[in-house]
Structure formats: structure tokens, C-alpha cells
């Protein structure tokens, strides 16, 4: 049984850092992309960031290019992303998800085979 736990979420000032892991469990094959989504009270759910699981490619959404950075660790099945600079319109609940999919289809159309339960970051003074 494929398993995607996150950790990492808390709240933070505006211009603060979070990094938020999402460690995978059960079989998911190395090729999958992995990626981190966000949903916001009455928003849709959006991708934020993916990586693909055989190079370097990677997706980031406009509002976060800059200031977020999504990494893997392949030998410890987990996904790290970065936050930096935080703003309030940051704040959501983010959801990692792997999926054997292409890096951009997978964040663009926020689509997952396999889900995490969701870690909330707050961004507020």
C-alpha cells in the first residue's frame, strides 16, 4: 500500500521560511513524478511544484518562482520543498502527490495518482 506522509507545516511571519518532506512508503516506482499542490479555503486545488523522478526537470507556478525550491532524495523516497520569503497568500493546506506523469501535466492539471494527507501553512503577523 502506497503511503505519502508530510511534514513540516506550522505558521510562520510573512518573510519566513518553511521546508515542508513528504516521505513515501509502499510502492512507487522511481520514475513517477512527485509534486506539491496547495488548496485554499474556497480555491481550487493548485500545483505549486513538481520534479521529475528520473532528471532534473522540474515545474514551479509562477507565484512561488523565485522563492520556493523543490528537491528529491531518491535513496530516502522523499520530496522536500523549500519555502522562502513566505507571503500570507501563501497560506494553504499542501499536499504532495507522485504520479506517472509528465512534470508540467502533472502540476499544471494538479493531478496525482497517490496523495498525501495534507500539512496546513499559515502565513500571517
Known amino acids: 500500500q502506497v503511503q505519502l506522509v508530510e511534514s513540516g507545516g506550522g505558521l510562520v511571519q510573512p518573510g519566513g521560511s518553511l521546508r515542508l518532506s513528504c516521505a513515501a512508503s509502499?510502492?512507487?516506482?522511481?520514475?513517477?513524478?512527485k509534486g506539491w499542490f496547495r488548496q485554499a479555503p474556497g480555491k481550487e486545488r493548485e500545483g505549486v511544484s513538481c520534479?521529475?523522478?528520473?532528471?532534473?526537470?522540474?515545474y514551479y507556478a509562477d507565484s512561488v518562482k523565485g522563492r520556493f525550491t523543490i528537491s528529491r532524495d531518491n535513496a530516502k523516497n522523499t520530496v522536500y520543498l523549500q519555502m522562502n520569503n513566505l507571503k500570507p497568500e501563501d497560506t494553504a493546506v499542501y499536499y504532495c502527490?507522485?504520479?506517472?506523469?509528465?512534470?508540467?501535466?502533472?502540476?499544471?492539471?494538479?493531478?496525482?495518482?497517490?496523495w498525501g494527507q495534507g500539512t496546513q501553512v499559515t502565513v500571517s503577523s
Open positions: 509502499g510502492f512507487i516506482k522511481d520514475y513517477y513524478a
Open positions: 502527490a507522485a504520479a506517472e506523469r509528465t512534470v508540467q501535466s502533472m502540476c499544471i492539471m494538479a493531478i496525482g495518482d497517490y
Open positions: 520534479i521529475s523522478g528520473t532528471d532534473d526537470t522540474t
